[in-house]
């Protein structure tokens, strides 16, 4: 059986016999095990698709992973393999062609329908030229070009050209045309380039004819040019009855010597003046005259009359208000209307921000843009909340912020606006209005050059509106704009106040002395002394009291804490029973704001409901803050002083606390604020009463009084305008009354005059360098400083025009034979006059001279009435800006009458009269005046001196000046000391030995020495000169003199108008130098790729530019080039030394050496700084606290590692970032990435938390 079984040989099983098979479920991939019933035909047991969905990557995505992301599939040698392998990814065929593709040529022309007029028939086509066609941002300053790219829209770039500066003369195509044309324009011996730019060396296209004389060529070009003048025709009036006959007489005559010979009497045969005779362009202008022809740039609008049909006049205005406006607003709305530019100066809160609403709704009924700049960024985020609510189409821009670019209004700080129009942004093409608020601003030593580059920089399409508070020179200064702007410039100015104000002294420390409040200036701005002298008299009685019982106080105007304290709490009660909170007090010192805030501990001012509405403000405002921010020691302290009703506002608060006190101060909650000066700019936040801690502030360089501008400024913020009846503004007098004059100045003086703060520096320089089209000089023309030397070129131009003429017109000086070396002469005492004079000004000016110049010193004197008189001195002013010295003078009887040959020897003076030392004696009776004479008139100081009664001789000459005493004899001490100096001239007609300056006078300065060497070497040459011999001496030197005096006149006018007369030229050229030596610029001053960099960089561009070309940044972690960079912003003093490793103390070195080597430099290069002073500009006082904060440490940690305040760090980390992003611009530029990379992980290291919370206004 069990072999049978064995040998059983079984079929091969089909798939049929069991009824068991599999099914693929779709694209998961799984199985299922499914039963079937027997059948012949089977199925295949799967579900469509089967697997994963088919796909395949694009080419570039798979070119992308094989060639890029994979580099090591690309062999390093086998490259014919490596190709088979591309060309199986991406196969294409050669096409030869696209090696010749080129960009189309735009297009030159346009075809023009033409039509008849009547009918409207097309008759034809014409062709017309198109202009600007090819241009670009990288190639032209016109308006024409096409845009740029959207990224670079709003903020340019720095390879852009700007736009043409309104103002300036652009060139046209019809004046280049023009320009061409005429053929005299060019001259073709000097004005064509022979060295290409960028070029060392050139090639010399002159010809040059050395058998030639010298005056041929001044032949040859005088022939030309009246060539040309008789080709043209009657061009000139005047040169075709001057010259044509003439001249077609001597070309007749052909080409012979003789024709050169009347050709110079054809050059001389116009009329002349006599030589005696004063030319007419010497003569000044009458001034009214000059106003007329001067055209008037700054209009003064008046404002005293009511505008009565300002509705009639704008029917439809472009927005209204629900309150009636005031004439000053409505005559600047009305110019807005009409498309001109306005100043408007006026005092804190009297409303010119109306101005500024009006514009930004013109413009978006126009469908343009405005511009909207501040001068501090805590301003921009403000205005853009209030402008917010009111148009909501409305933008900001900012370093690190940017909303809504694209908006019809953007909000921005002024130095944003400069980089916009040095980059050349499209913005500037839509724009209509920019609104400068606070201009008074451009007196700001730091920044204000800002606004003076903006205001020269912007196109002449865009109008400007200028807000400020009232300062003396506001015509003047549209004017400036006005002229190089070439438009006019309406003044709006008002000194009304909306809510008039009252100044007191408060001398109270308690509750028993809380009302001793005494009024000095009332609402009308009488000053009123009673009121001072009644709080002298309080602070006195009570300073007495205390010495009796406790002994002299230490010093009058100190006050220790506690004091303070008492005078606070004692004022604010009663200043809370008199209803008179709110209340600002500024305090110049942002320790004793802090210091006041918390000795008003038991201060409580808010009501339940107000803690309330407070405390839940506050929560809301910092639950944008991480959990440990919340609790910073200043967040807490601010909190709790915030739910009594007292506010603390200055820079080294936290910008958001700061803001969460500015909003709850609007809202009323706020009912006492300590503050610093920066918030009375600005925002309209009035209060009921102002109060000064002191009228005393430190400027950064010294402590002084408050200047009158600044003090109207702040307070101005008193009076809330339609709540209060008249606003109060309370002086502290804690140690003492401060002095009358003091007060009486600061409140009633002048405000500060707008002054311009114009200076270079190296980004302006670079920025109008890389510009073929645009000169630094030109800015420097149009800055406000050189407006009152540049305000007058027309007339000079004028008065160069005349002299010209003039000039050509006066009869020609011989110059042959004796008077060969009569312009030597002429140049030799005119030099000798010069040099004596200025010598003379020395020893007048020196010690030892004014000690020789006692009572009784024999002078000689030359001047208009005497030449070469003996004098005696009687008397000597104290007044050391005008001395004058009280002299008697021999003189004759009829001292009236001019001595004959004066005259002569003042036009023509010989040899013989400049070097005599004859004394003059009389030729009739000898007679005597008493004269106040002036330094210059005293020509020599002699060895002589008389012993005289210098009193009793001033008061008998004054009596006989006397009309009832003129006929009264001199008295005794007169006729002695007249008899005496006619003694000694006659006892030395050739003259007294004088004192001389270095050996008697000891004067051993190197001018005394020169001059005095000088002047003994020219009257020694004054003999050699053979043109006094000749008989035409006087004649031709007279000439001479006439044709020399229009010639310096000429040279001086020319001067004036030209770069040369710049004040700020040897400063620029000083900076030059130093961007040659340093490689920014070429020798022709084309910028290089430092340059580029440069202008990449905000701050110490020139320190920036070195430290990433010298790679000190490059090998540092992000966190450590952070830390270093800090040194740039960080501009406080700190008591603290930072704790840092030994790679931040060799970066710190690198650094200090950098700034040594680029100060020594600029010293080199003829600048003023000191090397020490550059240096201290990089505080290094951050390091450690940028340092922990890049690494990732809570603001509450780092706040512990510096004395510097929570809001100064916060605002330093903040342009920190700026600066970061400028070194990774510059990183782009010059092919860094790993310094780029570095940069761009370094701001994101320190873009965090509180220091880089929102701005609360513009959420």
Same mark, same amino acid.
């Given at each position: 059986?069990?072999?049978?079984?064995?040998?059983?040989?079984?079929?091969?099983?089909?798939?049929?016999?069991?009824?068991?098979?599999?099914?693929?479920?779709?694209?998961?991939?799984?199985?299922?095990?499914?039963?079937?019933?027997?059948?012949?035909?089977?199925?295949?047991?799967?579900?469509?698709?089967?697997?994963?969905?088919?796909?395949?990557?694009?080419?570039?995505?798979?070119?992308?992973?094989?060639?890029?992301?994979?580099?090591?599939?690309?062999?390093?040698?086998?490259?014919?393999?490596?190709?088979?392998?591309?060309?199986?990814?991406?196969?294409?065929?050669?096409?030869?062609?696209?090696?010749?593709?080129?960009?189309?040529?735009?297009?030159?022309?346009?075809?023009?329908?033409?039509?008849?007029?009547?009918?409207?028939?097309?008759?034809?086509?014409?062709?017309?030229?198109?202009?600007?066609?090819?241009?670009?941002?990288?190639?032209?300053?016109?308006?024409?070009?096409?845009?740029?790219?959207?990224?670079?829209?709003?903020?340019?770039?720095?390879?852009?050209?700007?736009?043409?500066?309104?103002?300036?003369?652009?060139?046209?195509?019809?004046?280049?045309?023009?320009?061409?044309?005429?053929?005299?324009?060019?001259?073709?011996?000097?004005?064509?380039?022979?060295?290409?730019?960028?070029?060392?060396?050139? $090639?010399?296209?002159?010809?040059?004819?050395?058998?030639?004389?010298?005056?041929?060529?001044?032949?040859?070009?005088?022939?030309?040019?009246?060539?040309?003048?008789?080709?043209?025709?009657?061009?000139?009036?005047?040169?075709?009855?001057?010259?044509?006959?003439?001249?077609?007489?001597?070309?007749?005559?052909?080409?012979?010597?003789?024709?050169?010979?009347?050709?110079?009497?054809?050059?001389?045969?116009?009329?002349?003046?006599?030589?005696?005779?004063?030319?007419?362009?010497?003569?000044?202008?009458?001034?009214?005259?000059?106003?007329?022809?001067?055209?008037?740039?700054?209009?003064?609008?008046?404002?005293?009359?009511?505008?009565?049909?300002?509705?009639?006049?704008?029917?439809?205005?472009?927005?209204?208000?629900?309150?009636?406006?005031?004439?000053?607003?409505?005559? /600047?709305?009305?110019?807005?209307?009409?498309?001109?530019?306005?100043?408007?100066?006026?005092?804190?809160?009297?409303?010119?921000?109306?101005?500024?609403?009006?514009?930004?709704?013109?413009?978006?009924?126009?469908?343009?843009?405005?511009?909207?700049?501040?001068?501090?960024?805590?301003?921009?985020?403000?205005?853009?909340?209030?402008?917010?609510?009111?148009?909501?189409?409305?933008?900001?821009?900012?370093?690190?912020?940017?909303?809504?670019?694209?908006?019809?209004?953007?909000?921005?700080?002024?130095?944003?606006?400069?980089?916009?129009?040095?980059?050349?942004?499209?913005?500037?093409?839509?724009?209509?209005?920019?609104?400068?608020?606070?201009?008074?601003?451009?007196?700001?030593?730091?920044?204000?050059?800002?606004?003076?580059?903006?205001?020269?920089?912007?196109?002449?399409?865009?109008?400007?509106?200028?807000?400020?508070?009232?300062?003396?020179?506001?015509?003047?200064?549209?004017?400036?704009?006005?002229?190089?702007?070439?438009?006019?410039?309406?003044?709006?100015?008002?000194?009304?106040?909306?809510?008039?104000?009252?100044?007191?002294?408060?001398?109270?420390?308690?509750?028993?002395?809380?009302?001793?409040?005494?009024?000095?200036?009332?609402?009308?701005?009488?000053?009123?002394?009673?009121?001072?002298?009644?709080?002298?008299?309080?602070?006195?009685?009570?300073?007495?009291?205390?010495?009796?019982?406790?002994?002299?106080?230490?010093?009058?105007?100190?006050?220790?804490?506690?004091?303070?304290?008492?005078?606070?709490?004692?004022?604010?009660?009663?200043?809370?029973?008199?209803?008179?909170?709110?209340?600002?007090?500024?305090?110049?010192?942002?320790?004793?704001?802090?210091?006041?805030?918390?000795?008003?501990?038991?201060?409580?001012?808010?009501?339940?409901?107000?803690?309330?509405?407070?405390?839940?403000?506050?929560?809301?405002?910092?639950?944008?803050?991480?959990?440990?921010?919340?609790?910073?020691?200043?967040?807490?302290?601010?909190?709790?002083?915030?739910?009594?009703?007292?506010?603390?506002?200055?820079?080294?608060?936290?910008?958001?606390?700061?803001?969460?006190?500015?909003?709850?101060?609007?809202?009323?909650?706020?009912?006492?604020?300590?503050?610093?000066?920066?918030?009375?700019?600005?925002?309209?936040?009035?209060?009921?009463?102002?109060?000064?801690?002191?009228?005393?502030?430190?400027?950064?360089?010294?402590?002084?009084?408050?200047?009158?501008?600044?003090?109207?400024?702040?307070?101005?913020?008193?009076?809330?305008?339609?709540?209060?009846?008249?606003?109060?503004?309370?002086?502290?007098?804690?140690?003492?009354?401060?002095?009358?004059?003091?007060?009486?100045?600061? $409140?009633?003086?002048?405000?500060?005059?707008?002054?311009?703060?114009?200076?270079?520096?190296?980004?302006?320089?670079?920025?109008?360098?890389?510009?073929?089209?645009?000169?630094?000089?030109?800015?420097?023309?149009?800055?406000?400083?050189?407006?009152?030397?540049?305000?007058?070129?027309?007339?000079?131009?004028?008065?160069?025009?005349?002299?010209?003429?003039?000039?050509?017109?006066?009869?020609?000086?011989?110059?042959?034979?004796?008077?060969?070396?009569?312009?030597?002469?002429? /140049?030799?005492?005119?030099?000798?006059?010069?040099?004596?004079?200025?010598?003379?000004?020395?020893?007048?000016?020196?010690?030892?001279?004014?000690?020789?110049?006692?009572?009784?010193?024999?002078?000689?004197?030359?001047?208009?009435?005497?030449?070469?008189?003996?004098?005696?001195?009687?008397?000597?002013?104290?007044?050391?800006?005008?001395?004058?010295?009280?002299?008697?003078?021999?003189?004759?009887?009829?001292?009236?009458?001019?001595?004959?040959?004066?005259?002569?020897?003042?036009?023509?003076?010989?040899?013989?009269?400049?070097?005599?030392?004859?004394?003059?004696?009389?030729?009739?009776?000898?007679?005597?005046?008493?004269?106040?004479?002036?330094?210059?008139?005293?020509?020599?100081?002699?060895?002589?001196?008389?012993?005289?009664?210098?009193?009793?001789?001033?008061?008998?000459?004054?009596?006989?000046?006397?009309?009832?005493?003129?006929?009264?004899?001199?008295?005794?001490?007169?006729?002695?000391?007249?008899?005496?100096?006619?003694?000694?001239?006659?006892?030395?007609?050739?003259?007294?030995?004088?004192?001389?300056?270095?050996?008697?006078?000891?004067?051993?300065?190197?001018?005394?020495?020169?001059?005095?060497?000088?002047?003994?070497?020219?009257?020694?040459?004054?003999?050699?000169?053979?043109?006094?011999?000749?008989?035409?001496?006087?004649?031709?030197? /007279?000439?001479?003199?006439?044709?020399?005096?229009?010639?310096?006149?000429?040279?001086?006018?020319?001067?004036?108008?030209?770069?040369?007369?710049?004040?700020?030229?040897?400063?620029?050229?000083?900076?030059?130098?130093?961007?040659?030596?340093?490689?920014?610029?070429?020798?022709?001053?084309?910028?290089?790729?430092?340059?580029?960099?440069?202008?990449?960089?905000?701050?110490?561009?020139?320190?920036?530019?070195?430290?990433?070309?010298?790679?000190?940044?490059?090998?540092?972690?992000?966190?450590?080039?952070?830390?270093?960079?800090?040194?740039?912003?960080?501009?406080?003093?700190?008591?603290?030394?930072?704790?840092?490793?030994?790679?931040?103390?060799?970066?710190?070195?690198?650094?200090?050496?950098? /700034?040594?080597?680029?100060?020594?430099?600029?010293?080199?290069?003829?600048?003023?700084?000191?090397?020490?002073?550059?240096?201290?500009?990089?505080?290094?006082?951050?390091?450690?606290?940028?340092?922990?904060?890049?690494?990732?440490?809570?603001?509450?940690?780092?706040?512990?590692?510096?004395?510097?305040?929570?809001?100064?760090?916060?605002?330093?980390?903040?342009?920190?970032?700026?600066?970061?992003?400028?070194?990774?611009?510059?990183?782009?530029?010059?092919?860094?990435?790993?310094?780029?990379?570095?940069?761009?992980?370094?701001?994101?290291?320190?873009?965090?938390?509180?220091?880089?919370?929102?701005?609360?206004?513009?959420?």
């Amino acid at each position: 059986m069990g072999s049978e079984t064995d040998r059983m040989v079984l079929p091969p099983m089909d798939r049929g016999d069991l009824p068991l098979s599999l099914l693929q479920m779709g694209c998961s991939g799984g199985f299922e095990l499914i039963s079937q019933e027997q059948t012949n035909c089977l199925l295949p047991h799967s579900t469509l698709p089967q697997g994963l969905p088919p796909f395949a990557l694009d080419l570039i995505s798979e070119v992308e992973r094989r060639f890029l992301c994979d580099p090591e599939w690309l062999p390093i040698h086998n490259f014919e393999n490596a190709f088979q392998k591309f060309h199986k990814v991406f196969k294409r065929s050669q096409c030869f062609d696209s090696l010749l593709h080129v960009e189309p040529s735009p297009v030159h022309s346009t075809l023009k329908v033409v039509r008849n007029p009547t009918t409207g028939e097309l008759l034809d086509f014409q062709e017309e030229l198109l202009e600007d066609t090819g241009l670009s941002s990288k190639n032209s300053l016109s308006l024409q070009r096409p845009p740029g790219p959207p990224s670079q829209g709003v903020r340019g770039s720095t390879t852009n050209y700007p736009f043409w500066p309104g103002g300036m003369d652009e060139p046209n195509l019809d004046q280049i045309k023009k320009k061409g044309q005429l053929e005299e324009d060019i001259d073709f011996d000097k004005d064509l380039l022979s060295v290409p730019p960028g070029f060392k060396k050139g $090639m010399d296209f002159r010809k040059k004819d050395p058998s030639a004389p010298p005056s041929s060529l001044n032949l040859l070009s005088l022939l030309s040019t009246l060539d040309d003048i008789i080709d043209l025709g009657q061009e000139e009036e005047e040169g075709g009855k001057g010259r044509g006959g003439g001249g077609k007489e001597e070309l007749s005559a052909g080409k012979t010597l003789p024709r050169s010979n009347s050709l110079e009497e054809f050059g001389l045969q116009s009329s002349v003046a006599p030589p005696e005779s004063v030319p007419p362009f010497l003569v000044p202008p009458s001034p009214g005259a000059g106003e007329r022809e001067r055209e008037r740039w700054a209009v003064p609008v008046d404002i005293n009359s009511p505008c009565t049909d300002f509705y009639k006049r704008i029917p439809e205005p472009a927005f209204k208000w629900p309150f009636e406006l005031d004439v000053f607003q409505k005559q /600047a709305i009305l110019h807005l209307e009409n498309h001109d530019s306005v100043f408007v100066a006026a005092h804190t809160s009297a409303g010119k921000t109306v101005v500024a609403e009006y514009a930004i709704a013109l413009s978006q009924k126009h469908m343009t843009r405005t511009i909207y700049t501040s001068p501090i960024k805590a301003l921009s985020n403000q205005k853009f909340r209030d402008f917010k609510t009111t148009f909501q189409d409305v933008g900001l821009l900012t370093g690190d912020v940017q909303l809504s670019p694209e908006a019809s209004c953007l909000i921005m700080t002024t130095e944003i606006l400069r980089s916009m129009l040095y980059n050349g942004s499209d913005v500037i093409r839509d724009l209509e209005w920019v609104i400068f608020d606070e201009v008074h601003y451009i007196n700001d030593a730091e920044r204000g050059v800002v606004w003076e580059e903006v205001l020269i920089m912007l196109p002449d399409h865009v109008r400007i509106i200028l807000l400020s508070a009232t300062v003396p020179n506001t015509l003047e200064f549209a004017d400036w704009i006005g002229r190089i702007k070439q438009k006019q410039i309406f003044v709006i100015s008002t000194v009304k106040r909306p809510v008039p104000l009252e100044h007191f002294l408060y001398t109270g420390n308690s509750n028993k002395t809380q009302n001793e409040l005494f009024l000095l200036l009332d609402s009308n701005n009488n000053f009123l002394t009673k009121g001072y002298y009644a709080a002298v008299e309080a602070k006195k009685e009570r300073t007495s009291k205390h010495a009796q019982s406790f002994g002299a106080r230490p010093g009058a105007h100190s006050s220790t804490s506690s004091q303070d304290r008492s005078v606070w709490l004692s004022l604010l009660h009663s200043l809370s029973k008199k209803d008179q909170l709110p209340v600002v007090c500024f305090t110049f010192s942002r320790s004793r704001c802090d210091e006041n805030a918390r000795g008003l501990a038991t201060l409580d001012l808010t009501s339940s409901a107000e803690k309330s509405e407070t405390h839940v403000f506050f929560q809301k405002c910092i639950t944008r803050l991480k959990g440990s921010d919340r609790q910073l020691p200043q967040v807490l302290q601010m909190s709790d002083l915030l739910k009594r009703g007292v506010g603390v506002h200055h820079s080294g608060i936290l910008p958001i606390l700061k803001e969460v006190v500015e909003m709850l101060f609007t809202r009323g909650l706020v009912k006492v604020l300590f503050a610093t000066e920066t918030f009375a700019m600005g925002v309209n936040m009035p209060a009921r009463t102002v109060v000064f801690d002191s009228i005393r502030k430190h400027d950064g360089t010294a402590f002084r009084d408050l200047l009158p501008g600044e003090y109207i400024q702040m307070a101005g913020r008193a009076g809330r305008r339609g709540l209060d009846p008249t606003g109060t503004v309370i002086i502290l007098c804690k140690g003492g009354v401060h002095e009358m004059a003091d007060l009486h100045k600061m $409140m009633l003086g002048k405000p500060t005059l707008l002054q311009s703060q114009f200076r270079l520096t190296y980004t302006m320089i670079l920025n109008l360098l890389r510009v073929e089209a645009l000169r630094v000089e030109d800015m420097m023309k149009r800055s406000f400083s050189e407006f009152h030397t540049r305000k007058h070129t027309k007339v000079h131009e004028q008065g160069i025009s005349s002299l010209t003429q003039s000039l050509s017109s006066l009869p020609e000086v011989e110059s042959v034979g004796q008077l060969s070396d009569l312009v030597s002469y002429y /140049a030799a005492v005119q030099e000798l006059t010069h040099t004596r004079a200025a010598l003379q000004k020395r020893v007048m000016e020196s010690m030892n001279g004014l000690k020789a110049l006692s009572a009784g010193r024999v002078v000689l004197v030359t001047n208009s009435v005497h030449i070469n008189a003996l004098g005696l001195i009687l008397q000597v002013s104290s007044d050391a800006m005008s001395r004058t010295f009280t002299t008697l003078v021999l003189c004759e009887r009829q001292k009236e009458e001019e001595r004959p040959g004066a005259q002569r020897g003042a036009e023509t003076p010989t040899p013989e009269e400049l070097l005599s030392t004859r004394v003059f004696l009389p030729d009739g009776p000898c007679s005597h005046t008493v004269e106040k004479l002036k330094a210059e008139d005293i020509s020599s100081i002699t060895v002589k001196t008389l012993r005289i009664n210098a009193e009793r001789i001033i008061d008998d000459y004054n009596k006989r000046q006397m009309p009832r005493f003129k006929l009264d004899p001199p008295g005794q001490a007169v006729t002695k000391a007249t008899q005496e100096l006619l003694r000694l001239a006659e006892s030395n007609p050739d003259g007294i030995t004088p004192l001389d300056p270095v050996n008697d006078l000891q004067l051993k300065d190197l001018d005394v020495v020169e001059g005095s060497m000088r002047v003994r070497h020219l009257q020694d040459t004054l003999l050699t000169f053979t043109c006094a011999h000749s008989p035409k001496f006087t004649q031709q030197y /007279a000439r001479l003199k006439q044709r020399m005096v229009i010639q310096d006149e000429l040279e001086r006018l020319q001067y004036l108008i030209s770069d040369q007369s710049l004040s700020l030229l040897p400063q620029y050229e000083q900076r030059i130098k130093v961007l040659k030596t340093l490689k920014y610029v070429d020798d022709s001053c084309t910028v290089q790729l430092k340059g580029r960099v440069a202008c990449e960089i905000s701050n110490h561009e020139l320190m920036v530019t070195e430290l990433v070309f010298e790679n000190v940044l490059s090998d540092l972690p992000p966190e450590e080039i952070a830390a270093l960079l800090s040194c740039l912003v960080f501009q406080q003093k700190t008591q603290v030394t930072p704790e840092i490793n030994t790679s931040l103390q060799q970066g710190v070195q690198r650094i200090v050496s950098v /700034a040594e080597r680029i100060a020594t430099l600029q010293r080199d290069c003829g600048m003023n700084e000191s090397v020490e002073d550059f240096v201290a500009q990089f505080k290094f006082g951050l390091l450690e606290v940028v340092h922990c904060w890049a690494r990732g440490l809570p603001f509450s940690e780092i706040a512990q590692l510096t004395d510097v305040q929570e809001g100064i760090v916060v605002r330093c980390i903040q342009r920190l970032d700026e600066t970061c992003r400028d070194v990774r611009n510059a990183a782009r530029i010059i092919g860094d990435p790993v310094l780029y990379a570095k940069m761009e992980q370094a701001s994101m290291m320190i873009k965090r938390d509180i220091v880089f919370a929102a701005s609360l206004y513009t959420q």
